[in-house]
C-alpha cells in the first residue's frame, strides 16, 4: 500500500460540475505597495500553532520581489524575500528580509515564517534558487534561518539573521533532484516551498514542500513533499500526497487545523494538469482528521477557490492563514480566455501584469467541504 495520499483523475473531472468556486473578477489597473517593485508569492508571520501574528495592529507578510522589469516573467531570476505589513491603513514596506549577499542562492524563492513564543526569534524557511556566484539555474534547495523580528510603533526590523542551513535534500528516490540549467516548455522540475506544521495531536514539526516523484516516468508527477523533525534534526520521509498522471506542479504546500481537521492547501496552474483534464488555475485541498491521513479531496474535486472563467489568469499563489483568510497576488488580470496575443510579448505582458496583493477574502469551513465565504 502507498504511504501517500492521491489525487486522481476522477476527483479533477468532477470540476466541470462543481459550482460556487469562482472567484470575483478584478478589475485592472492596481498598483504595487513597494514603488517600482513586483510582488508576487507571500506568507505570513505565524505562530507554531498557525496564528496570524499581529503587531501594532497589523498582519506581517514576507513576500516575492523585484523591480519591475520589462518583462515581469524575468522576476524569477533576479527575486528576494521583501518584509511587509497589513492593516487599517493599507500596505507598508518595511525593506529586504536578508542583506545583501546573505542567502545562499542566486535568488530567494518561496517559503514560511514562523515566530517563537517569546514574539522575537523568527525563523525563516525558504528557497534558494541557483547559487550564489554561479550563473542562472534552476536549482531548488531548502533553508532555514533564525534571526530577530523586532516591531514598534508600526517601524519593524529583522536582525541577527543565523547562517542559512539547508534542512532537507533532494534523494532522488522519493523526490527529484531539482537542478535543471534549463526552463522545460513543461515547466521545471521542483524541490521548493518549504512550509511549516506543527501538528496540535502530538506536538510535531513538519515542513511541506513542492517536489516532484523521483519514483515516476510520467512527466506529469507532481508530489507534495514531506519532513519531520527529529532530534533536532529535518528527515524527509514519503511525500503526503502525489497526483502522477494528474498534475506536475503542487505549489506552496500549507496544512491548517479547523474545527479538529486538517487541511492541506496548495496552488496550481490550468497549464500543468495532465492531458485530457480541464481544470481552473486555482486553490486546492485536501482533508483529513489526522497527519497520518487518510486524506480526501475537499469538495471531492480538491477545488476550493479559482479564477473565474472570464479572466483565467487573474491571480495566484493563494495563501490560507490559520483564521482562514486568503491572500494572493495579481497575476494578468483582464485577460479573456482567448486573449493569448495579449501575453505574447513581453511589452504586452508588462502592460498587463499586476505585481501588487490581491484583496483578501475568507474561507468558510464545514468539514470535508469548504467554501469562499459570502
Not at 243 to 261: F, K, Y
Not at 282 to 306: E, F, K
Amino acid at each position: 500500500m502507498r504511504p501517500w495520499a492521491e489525487w486522481t483523475r476522477d476527483a479533477v473531472a468532477g470540476i466541470a460540475t462543481q459550482t460556487g468556486a469562482a472567484l470575483p473578477v478584478l478589475a485592472p489597473g492596481a498598483t504595487s505597495p513597494v514603488a517600482g517593485m513586483d510582488l508576487w508569492d507571500m506568507w505570513p508571520i505565524a505562530d507554531a500553532d498557525g496564528r496570524t501574528v499581529l503587531r501594532d495592529g497589523r498582519s506581517w507578510w514576507f513576500f516575492l520581489a523585484a523591480p519591475r522589469l520589462d518583462d515581469p516573467e524575468g522576476r524569477h531570476d533576479v527575486a528576494r524575500i521583501r518584509l511587509t505589513s497589513h492593516g487599517a491603513t493599507g500596505w507598508h514596506d518595511h525593506g529586504d528580509a536578508f542583506p545583501d549577499g546573505f542567502t545562499p542562492g542566486a535568488r530567494e524563492w518561496s517559503g514560511s515564517a514562523v515566530l517563537d513564543a517569546d514574539g522575537v526569534t523568527l525563523t525563516q524557511y525558504f528557497t534558494a534558487a541557483g547559487r550564489r556566484g554561479a550563473g542562472i539555474s534552476f536549482e531548488q534547495r531548502l533553508f532555514a534561518s533564525r534571526g530577530r523580528f523586532l516591531c514598534d510603533g508600526g517601524a519593524a526590523m529583522l536582525a541577527d539573521w543565523s547562517v542559512p542551513e539547508e534542512i532537507v535534500a533532494a534523494d532522488g528516490a522519493w523526490y527529484t533532484v531539482a537542478n535543471e540549467t534549463v526552463a522545460p516548455p513543461h515547466g521545471i522540475q521542483g524541490f521548493r516551498d518549504p512550509g511549516y506544521f506543527r501538528d496540535p495531536a502530538d506536538g510535531a514539526d513538519y515542513v511541506l514542500f513542492t517536489a516532484n516523484a523521483a519514483w515516476s516516468k510520467d512527466r506529469v508527477n507532481g508530489v507534495i513533499g514531506m519532513a519531520r523533525r527529529q532530534d533536532g534534526a529535518w528527515q524527509a520521509e514519503a511525500p503526503l500526497l502525489a497526483a502522477i498522471g494528474v498534475n506536475s506542479e503542487l505549489e506552496r504546500p500549507h496544512i491548517v487545523v479547523q474545527g479538529g481537521r486538517y487541511y492541506l492547501f496548495w496552488s496550481t496552474q490550468a497549464r500543468r494538469f495532465a492531458a485530457g483534464l480541464v481544470a481552473p488555475t486555482g486553490l486546492y485541498a485536501m482533508v483529513a482528521d489526522a497527519m497520518a491521513g487518510p486524506w480526501r479531496p475537499v469538495n471531492g474535486t480538491g477545488l476550493v477557490a479559482a479564477n473565474p472563467p472570464e479572466a483565467p489568469t487573474q491571480a495566484y499563489c493563494w495563501w490560507v492563514t490559520g483564521e482562514g483568510m486568503v491572500l494572493s497576488f495579481v497575476d494578468y488580470p483582464g485577460v479573456g480566455p482567448g486573449d493569448t496575443a495579449a501575453l505574447a510579448d513581453p511589452a504586452g505582458r508588462r502592460r498587463r501584469f499586476g505585481g501588487t496583493p490581491a484583496p483578501f477574502f475568507h474561507l468558510v469551513f464545514d468539514g470535508d467541504r469548504v467554501a469562499i465565504a459570502p
